[in-house]
């Protein structure tokens, strides 16, 4: 088999067997091209020195760490599953290492920044659905992709909360507070065709499931009105929630639970954002933290 068919069963494998996303399968077929671009020998007879220059022709080109290290992630796994398959005796990617990333802390709102975007009653069917998802971003820490494909059976409000598909399918509930429930109420109570379980719990025109550029599009909308900034986009909700629910509760663990993260190192970026927190706090009121005069 060519090299072209053993990396289209893999994909193959990966949205079947997996079930990942379209667009995660598309970032691995866009990395293992990059792949079969840069070196000249079959796959089979791949070995470690080449992962190593494809690396470095990957850095040389410009490409972030964190694009060499997802693109070194993809490579593994392509030979994960030959090696699985009896296509080669042994994984030559899993000795390799890409640069390492700066560690980037995620943008949030501070919870003035969260009231004063709150601050605001719907006078239209639209307003009702946009803030139903900006209250069900903020107050569940849902992702976008989980957010647009929830549908009206998936919602509890008597029991106060949602089902949603993460990353992997794999499905969560988490709980919706009560401003979130009082707000998909009243959207529910304008939107057409609520009573179909079934149906999308948030549309667009036609009463077709709403698209995530559009609610990118809205949330932008509504900062510029509230905050005077369109510097607002899903994922900062989301990291806005984690932020601010570890800052009052210190539960990291169930933090985790609520984001879906599959490891716990993930959600470990928010302790960092807790003690820029509190460090802010200590500089602030501490009479020794100033810096000491001559």
Same mark, same amino acid.
Not at 6 to 15: P, S
Not at 39 to 55: G, K, Q, W
Not at 182 to 208: H, S, V, Y
Not at 251 to 262: S, Y
């Given at each position: 088999?060519?090299? *072209?068919?053993?990396?289209?069963?893999?994909?193959?494998?990966?949205?079947?067997?997996?079930?990942?996303?379209?667009?995660?399968?598309?970032?691995?077929?866009?990395?293992?091209?990059?792949?079969?671009?840069?070196?000249?020998?079959?796959?089979?007879?791949?070995?470690?020195?080449?992962?190593?220059?494809?690396?470095?022709? $990957?850095?040389?080109?410009?490409?972030?760490?964190?694009?060499?290290?997802?693109? +070194?992630?993809?490579?593994?796994? +392509?030979?994960?599953?030959?090696?699985?398959?009896?296509?080669?005796?042994?994984?030559? =990617?899993?000795?390799?290492?890409?640069?390492? =990333?700066?560690?980037?802390?995620?943008?949030?709102?501070?919870?003035?920044?969260?009231?004063?975007?709150?601050?605001?009653?719907?006078?239209?069917?639209?307003?009702?659905?946009?803030?139903?998802?900006?209250?069900?971003?903020?107050?569940?820490?849902?992702?976008?992709?989980? $957010?647009?494909?929830?549908?009206?059976?998936?919602? %509890?409000?008597?029991?106060?909360?949602?089902?949603?598909?993460?990353?992997?399918?794999?499905?969560?509930?988490?709980?919706?507070?009560?401003?979130?429930?009082?707000?998909?109420?009243?959207? +529910?109570?304008?939107?057409?065709?609520?009573? %179909?379980?079934?149906?999308?719990?948030?549309?667009?025109?036609?009463?077709?499931?709403?698209?995530?550029?559009?609610?990118?599009?809205?949330?932008?909308?509504? =900062?510029?009105?509230? $905050?005077?900034?369109? *510097?607002?986009?899903?994922?900062?909700?989301?990291?806005?929630?984690?932020?601010? +629910?570890?800052?009052?509760?210190?539960?990291?663990?169930?933090?985790?639970?609520?984001?879906?993260? =599959?490891?716990?190192?993930?959600?470990?970026?928010?302790?960092?954002?807790?003690?820029? !927190?509190?460090?802010?706090?200590?500089?602030?009121? !501490?009479?020794?933290?100033?810096?000491?005069?001559?």
């Amino acid at each position: 088999m060519s090299d *072209q068919g053993h990396i289209e069963r893999f994909l193959d494998y990966l949205t079947i067997e997996k079930r990942y996303s379209d667009n995660t399968v598309g970032a691995y077929r866009r990395d293992l091209a990059k792949l079969t671009k840069h070196v000249d020998v079959p796959l089979p007879l791949l070995r470690s020195h080449h992962i190593n220059a494809f690396i470095g022709h $990957l850095h040389a080109s410009g490409l972030a760490p964190k694009s060499i290290q997802r693109a +070194l992630s993809s490579v593994r796994s +392509l030979f994960a599953y030959l090696e699985k398959n009896k296509v080669v005796d042994a994984n030559p =990617a899993a000795l390799n290492k890409a640069p390492k =990333a700066r560690s980037k802390l995620p943008n949030t709102l501070d919870t003035d920044q969260a009231a004063r975007l709150f601050d605001f009653e719907p006078t239209s069917d639209l307003e009702r659905r946009d803030r139903a998802m900006l209250e069900l971003l903020y107050s569940s820490g849902v992702r976008l992709s989980e $957010l647009v494909g929830i549908d009206i059976r998936d919602v %509890d409000l008597t029991a106060g909360f949602v089902t949603v598909t993460g990353k992997g399918n794999k499905t969560r509930q988490v709980p919706l507070g009560s401003h979130s429930v009082r707000a998909i109420e009243q959207w +529910l109570t304008c939107r057409k065709g609520a009573r %179909d379980p079934a149906a999308p719990l948030f549309t667009a025109g036609k009463g077709r499931r709403i698209n995530p550029r559009t609610v990118q599009q809205r949330l932008k909308r509504l =900062a510029r009105l509230q $905050l005077g900034s369109s *510097q607002l986009h899903p994922h900062m909700l989301r990291h806005s929630f984690a932020s601010h +629910l570890l800052e009052s509760s210190g539960d990291l663990r169930a933090v985790q639970e609520l984001l879906g993260h =599959a490891d716990i190192s993930t959600t470990q970026v928010y302790t960092h954002l807790d003690f820029q !927190h509190l460090a802010k706090v200590y500089d602030a009121a !501490h009479p020794r933290a100033g810096s000491t005069e001559e």
